[in-house]
């Protein structure tokens, strides 16, 4: 028996404009890869949070940190060309 499809929502009938979210979905991400950054570069460094389990993992994690804020740049100054 196949389930019923629900309808979608559209975003206005939560209070939140789409243009006002599709905006704040870059600042995010910066923030979070910011966060993240932050932290596993303490990690590497200082070994204070996670007491320097793998340099690969911390590394890693930095690498993608920054290829998050690069992303999320680059969006925010396309969204700013529109």
Do not use: C, H, T
């Not at 499809?5 to 206005?12: A, D, I, N, T, Y």
């Not at 950054?37 to 303490?42: K, V, W």
């Amino acid at each position: 028996m196949p389930l019923a499809r629900l309808p979608l929502v559209p975003p206005q009938s939560f209070g939140w404009s789409s243009r006002i979210v599709s905006k704040a979905v870059p600042f995010i991400g910066m923030i979070v890869s910011g966060i993240v950054g932050i932290m596993f570069l303490a990690d590497l460094v200082a070994g204070f949070p996670f007491r320097r389990v793998s340099i690969a993992a911390d590394i890693g994690f930095i690498l993608s940190s920054g290829i998050l804020a690069y992303l999320s740049w680059s969006l925010q100054m396309s969204r700013q060309e529109e």
